[in-house]
């Protein structure tokens, strides 16, 4: 059964970085790619980032957060993370990661592709 675990969150200043992890089980980066997301209350869901963990390891931000994060893996690990840097009050979200198609992981309709997500870590960007 594929897992996904979160952590890494926390309360940060503006300007300030964080780096989220998600820690996985139960499946191979062979099989799946990892996408990030993020819901902010009363928001639609956002798709942050995608990573094909397999192949090139290519990858995909959104409009919103290109410049200032960057997703990487570790594969040895079986984990992923997601560096924020330059954060932004409007960055204040719950963070998820998820398995992703991975032939959709390379646009804003990633999540279309979603599998299965972890339960989320909570970012909040003070003034």
């Known amino acids: 059964e594929a897992q996904l675990v979160e952590s890494g969150g926390g309360l940060v200043q503006a300007g300030g970085s964080l780096r989220l992890s998600c820690a996985t089980s139960?499946?191979?980066?062979?099989?799946?790619?990892i996408g990030w997301f993020r819901q902010a209350p009363e928001k639609d869901r956002e798709g942050v980032s995608c990573i094909n963990t397999r192949g090139d390891g290519s990858t995909y931000y959104g409009d919103s957060v290109k410049g200032r994060f960057t997703v990487s893996t570790d594969n040895a690990k079986n984990t992923v993370y997601l560096h924020m840097n330059n954060l932004k009050l409007e960055d204040t979200a719950t963070y998820y990661c998820a398995t992703i198609s991975p032939s959709l992981c390379d646009g804003a309709y990633f999540l279309l592709g979603m599998y299965v997500r972890g339960k989320g870590t909570l970012v909040t960007v003070s003034s």
């Open positions: 139960g499946f191979s980066f062979d099989d799946f790619a």
